[in-house]
């Protein structure tokens, strides 16, 4: 079993974490920079200033946990502990469910370990749109290198699963190309479960690397800290006050954690950044923070196989088709990425469709259950404005969310992709995961093509998911056009910074965790040039 090194961490004495649920009196403290959120840009944010000599608080509203000891790859657990309202985070419609993370090392310590570069599609696209000239492929490769390196992101060797294999034979077999995902792994026991928590600490996310190499430096964590408002003097950030939560992380228990720090670093996702911005009335000019906020929308495809998928068992994911991506241009039809998701009892049987007897046999043959899922490329075009975080009564998010035609347009397109993708791996039988077809689908391709076009394309009729979430505090070269410069830096607010996957201007069409490495990483190292006058060697 690999070391833990949370645990030895905190064995030895010299970390310095606390736990807000054990307040018993507001307290204040005083740092360089305070971090809000220790996810991918939270994380590797606190490693490179904390390096640089700076002394760095990281804040996070979710708890700490030991990998190898607190990780049972039990949903029943894992939901409630890791995740956004347990899992059950919705968009105000309720017709996306939205995965994120809320533990420390945020959602790396949760995802399913895919590492992609930012296309270069999407960096051209916001050289062109938004002036970001410095967002070229060559510019920004040493920064991926950088983060590859530090996250051990490396081609995986192992033979897929069957899950994954099927995605591949049916490619294949309808004439799209393929390719095998890279991963973020070291010692990898491949045993499928990383959505709950690695509990062999292989996952090579901030829970493991970046967030202890910070605390051995000598910064300060507080877990169960949820930001309530960023602190203002005039035209200067100054700090950021939180709400103590109980142990369980849901409720405020009744005293407060100040941080002042003259620089203040925004990481808490695209959702709860541009949430933390409205609670604290920043300037916004133009109105633009929680606007266009992307999740890369998902629609389902479950399929049952004459041979054993046993979708839980094995690294989740280790292929995918960009075929249609490629083959669409950014301003056209609504390009999409194929992947396949681990398979779990609970999630599982909560997306499938069908009642009663009929989603009693569709869960009878779990082992055969087969399911292909589409991430849409949003952002690009004039009919794929995205959503807008708001806030509800109680000052929490609220991500509205409408589903253009355009969006439905390529999700029935994708629907299509992926029934002829399983039917030619075998399928006897294919279900797109909407509430029309039901637990039966279609018996064939010829069947399933008949259908699919004659759904009607709806909110909580086709069931649709997510686990990116990007957006809602944009940047760009101007500040008529974004929230904050291409560094991170608020375009009217001095001293804050924003560091996570809220900055980008669309989508990326990938999963986002190794981009959001990389430009925390570049803004980062610039940050801390900026505030010690010398270069960081990062990693």
């Known amino acids: 079993m690999p070391r833990d090194v949370i645990a030895d961490g905190l064995a030895s004495g010299k970390w310095m974490v606390h736990d807000a649920s054990a307040l018993a009196a507001d307290k204040v403290v005083e740092a360089d920079v305070v971090i809000v959120g220790s996810g991918a840009g939270g994380g590797v944010a606190a490693d490179i200033l904390s390096q640089s000599g700076l002394k760095v608080v990281l804040l996070e509203e979710g708890g700490l946990h030991y990998a190898s000891r607190d990780f049972k790859l039990l949903e029943s657990q894992a939901y409630p502990m890791l995740y956004q309202e347990s899992a059950g985070r919705q968009t105000r419609d309720k017709g996306i469910t939205i995965l994120q993370g809320r533990t420390v090392g945020g959602s790396t310590t949760v995802n399913w ?72 792994v070291k010692g990898c026991l491949n045993l499928g479960y990383c959505g709950m928590g690695c509990p062999s600490n292989a996952k090579q996310s901030m829970l493991v690397t970046t967030i202890p190499a910070a605390l051995d430096r000598g910064a300060v964590l507080y877990t169960h800290a949820r930001a309530e408002r960023v602190l203002m003097d005039g035209e200067q950030a100054v700090g950021v006050e939180c709400l103590a939560m109980d142990d369980a992380g849901l409720y405020p228990n009744g005293f407060r954690l100040t941080v002042r720090a003259k620089t203040v670093v925004l990481a808490g996702g695209a959702i709860n950044t541009p949430a933390l911005m409205l609670r604290s009335r920043l300037p916004d000019p133009q109105g633009l923070i929680g606007k266009r906020t992307f999740l890369h929308p998902v629609n389902i495809s479950g399929a049952i196989m004459p041979y054993k998928v046993e979708g839980w068992s094995g690294a989740p994911q280790s292929i995918y088709s960009d075929h249609h991506l490629d083959t669409h241009p950014v301003d056209g039809p609504m390009g999409y990425k194929l992947e396949v998701p681990p398979l779990h009892p609970v999630l599982t049987a909560i997306t499938m469709s069908g009642f009663g007897e009929k989603h009693r046999q569709v869960m009878a043959n779990f082992d055969r259950l087969q399911v292909v899922l589409a991430l849409m490329r949003d952002g690009f075009h004039e009919a794929s404005q995205g959503g807008t975080v708001g806030l509800k009564a109680d000052g929490t998010p609220l991500l509205d969310y409408p589903i253009s ?15 002829e993708l399983q039917f030619a791996a075998g399928a006897t039988r294919v279900m797109p995961i909407h509430e029309d077809v039901g637990a039966d689908g279609y018996a064939s391709w010829a069947e399933a093509k008949a259908g699919i076009l004659s759904l009607p394309m709806e909110v909580l009729r086709t069931k649709v998911v997510s686990a ?72």
């Open 468 to 539: 990116h979430v990007m957006g809602g505090a944009a940047m760009a070269a101007r500040a008529e056009d974004g929230v904050v410069n291409e560094y991170g830096r608020h375009h009217q607010l001095e001293g804050l910074y924003v560091m996570d996957g809220s900055v980008f201007p669309t989508s990326i069409g990938a999963n986002p965790q190794l981009s959001v490495y990389a430009f925390a990483a570049r803004n980062a190292s610039k940050l801390a040039q900026t505030l010690t006058g010398r270069d960081v060697a990062w990693p």
């Open 405 to 419: 035609d355009y969006v439905w347009q390529g999700m029935r397109h994708s629907f299509l992709t992926m029934a």
């Open 113 to 184: 370990t895919s590492s992609f570069r930012t296309p270069p599609t999407t960096l051209a696209f916001w050289q062109r749109h938004l002036g970001l000239e410095g967002m070229t492929v060559e510019a920004m490769s040493p920064w991926f290198g950088k983060a590859e390196r530090r996250m051990n992101v490396s081609d995986w060797q192992v033979e897929p699963n069957m899950n994954n294999k099927a995605l591949m034979t049916g490619a294949d077999r309808t004439g799209i190309h393929w390719a095998k995902i890279r991963r973020n």
